[in-house]
């Protein structure tokens, strides 16, 4: 059974720092995406971050420079580094997997996207405040 398990989450003012974790477990394939998602109150999930099994790294476009996604294959654990944080970055944020190519990012009419339909596990969630 697949089970990813979010942390790391709070509250920071604008301008701070947090760093998620996402304990994956259960998951056995050699070919995945792990992906970051968000969604804030009133608004649809949208995707923040990929990191997938050929070691590429994509971010929204919103989110670039200031975002970084990695994985640690020893911990198990998927990251998401989360720097210079405006207000609008908060949101409930979720941990996902699932299998190439339906989940690789792409762009639609310019914009970078993660289709959540091609990720098939998510976690709980962690929620993000950026106040003052």
């Known amino acids: 059974q697949v089970q990813l398990v979010e942390s790391g989450g709070g509250s920071v003012q604008p301008g701070g720092s947090l760093r998620l974790a996402c304990t994956i477990s259960g998951y056995t394939s050699n070919n995945y995406c792990m992906g970051w998602f968000r969604q804030a109150p009133g608004k649809e999930r949208e995707g923040v971050a990929v990191?997938?099994?050929?070691?590429?790294?994509s971010v929204a476009d919103s989110v670039k420079g200031r975002f970084t996604i990695s994985l640690d294959n020893a911990k198990n654990t998927l990251y998401l580094e989360m720097n210079n944080l405006k207000f609008e970055d908060t949101a409930m944020y979720y941990c996902?997997?699932?299998?190439?190519?339906?989940?690789?990012?792409?762009?639609?009419?310019?914009?970078?996207?993660?289709?959540?339909?091609?990720?098939?596990?998510w976690g709980q969630g962690t929620q993000v405040t950026v106040s003052s």
């Open positions: 996902a997997a699932g299998s190439p190519p339906h989940c690789l990012p792409r762009r639609v009419g310019g914009n970078w996207t993660a289709p959540r339909a091609g990720f098939h596990y």
């Open positions: 990191f997938d099994n050929s070691g590429t790294t």
